[in-house]
């Protein structure tokens, strides 16, 4: 499990995650992710998040709902999930709706729309 999270040169926190996930991978993510949208708040810019699933392998029933956790308490402004579509879509939109935030996170196929989406956010609209 390679995983990375890093703060992009557009000021996107990105995830790359590889591989099989588990809990333990998945909190580990989020602290770091967490750290990341901190340092952002401190410096007055919006918390935005990439989170790439491209490589993403198995995910287990308590690694999801850490996940769904996650999305729903992490002080973001937007996020998106980028899948490969078909099967990943569904499951990705079903655990996005069980946060309660589908105002502020997506899931997209394609990379380019979703840091469109993301860099088109306005505070307080």
Do not use: C
């Amino acid at each position: 499990m390679q995983n990375h999270v890093y703060l992009d040169d557009g000021g996107i926190i990105v995830i790359d995650t590889h591989g099989p996930q588990d809990e333990a991978s998945i909190e580990s993510m989020g602290h770091e992710i967490e750290a990341l949208i901190t340092e952002q708040r401190k410096l007055g810019k919006p918390a935005l998040i990439l989170d790439s699933l491209l490589d993403l392998g198995p995910v287990g029933p308590d690694g999801r709902k850490l996940v769904v956790q996650l999305a729903k308490t992490l002080d973001y402004d937007r996020a998106v999930m980028v899948g490969k579509g078909g099967l990943m879509r569904f499951g990705t939109n079903l655990m996005l709706r069980a946060t309660g935030r589908s105002h502020n996170v997506r899931y997209y196929d394609n990379e380019q729309e979703a840091r469109s989406w993301l860099k088109a956010y306005k505070p307080g609209a």
